[in-house]
């Protein structure tokens, strides 16, 4: 359907008509949303969506580190969640809550403090505790699946969930999260462990990401997932795509796996780039590289 006369619910929180994307994506280019939406608290977005008819696609966005967002912009409505919903909590039992909103980095420092190990791992991820639980994302041989045991969702139609671990039918970078659906917090089970040697563990999963990964540049994060038995960057290598541009979109000379923004590259550029990554790819291994960054919105 059209939203150009959606009627928006109302919202403690903020609404924004045509709002920028690409001022907080990693990538920096692509179209806006239809409607930006900042709730409040949970409470809030619960009540929005309850309210927001139920042909209106959501799309929920957390710091754009996983997201190709297409020049013609995203239809109906995009949530990005409030500082509100970035607390970090201490809980017995080795545990450790998170708002939806929390970045990866500040939930392994909390869990570091409190001497608590197990979930270094999210230091070397670069998005939201959302995003992480929705894409099961993972590092240095470890994944969300791994240690989380629950989570609260807020579903499309305004309904507020919590779901145990197994709910998530989690595989390989994925979750049955259902479209629409918003995770707002987790709770995450660590094990007993010694600061300094938890701050250890961090500080090489930090200096390792500086070393191997165009950390500085506008990208994406990993472009494709790793198929089975292989890397996603050894295939792309082998195939003499590193270095490979299309506009201003370039394969990372530093770590194949990864598209750049050199400046000037529109989400079309990035993406063909990534296209013909693959095109070449299938060509030289017969591999069939799957895209793991989300692609979003419409074509121009």
């Known amino acids: ?80 969640l409030p500082k509100a919903l970035a607390h970090v909590h201490i809980e017995p039992g080795h545990r450790v809550r998170a708002g939806a909103g929390a970045m990866g980095i500040t939930v392994a420092s909390k869990a570091r403090d409190a001497h608590i190990a197990g979930l270094e791992f999210l230091r070397g991820i670069p998005g939201t505790a959302g995003g992480a639980v929705r894409m099961n994302a993972g590092a240095y041989g470890r994944e969300v699946s791994d240690i989380l045991v629950e989570a609260t969702l807020v579903l499309r139609d305004g309904t507020v969930e919590t779901w145990p671990a197994e709910r998530f039918g989690y595989t390989y970078r994925h979750s049955e999260v259902p479209e629409g659906a918003i995770v707002v917090e987790a709770l995450f089970q660590g094990v007993p462990g010694e600061r300094a040697v938890i701050g250890a563990e961090m500080d090489r999963i930090a200096s390792e990401r500086e070393a191997s990964q165009p950390l500085r540049s506008r990208t994406g994060g990993s472009t494709f997932k790793n198929p089975p038995g292989t890397r996603a960057w050894k295939e792309i290598d082998a195939a003499g795509c590193r270095g490979l541009t299309v506009g201003d979109a370039q394969v990372s000379e530093k770590h194949c796996n990864f598209l750049l923004n050199l400046g000037k590259a529109t989400a079309a550029d990035i993406e063909a780039l990534g296209e013909e990554v693959r095109r070449r790819v299938k060509e030289h291994s017969g591999i069939e590289l799957e895209w793991e960054i989300q692609r979003v919105g419409k074509k121009k």
């Open 1 to 80: 359907m059209s939203t150009a006369s959606l009627d928006i619910p109302a919202l403690d929180g903020a609404v924004e008509r045509g709002g920028s994307l690409a001022d907080f994506i990693w990538f920096r280019t692509g179209g806006p949303a239809e409607w930006l939406v900042r709730p409040a608290t949970v409470e809030d977005l619960s009540r929005f969506l309850c309210n927001l008819d139920p042909s209106v696609p959501v799309l929920p966005v957390g710091v754009g580190s996983n997201l190709i967002v297409r020049d013609g912009g995203v239809p109906g409505v995009v949530v990005r």
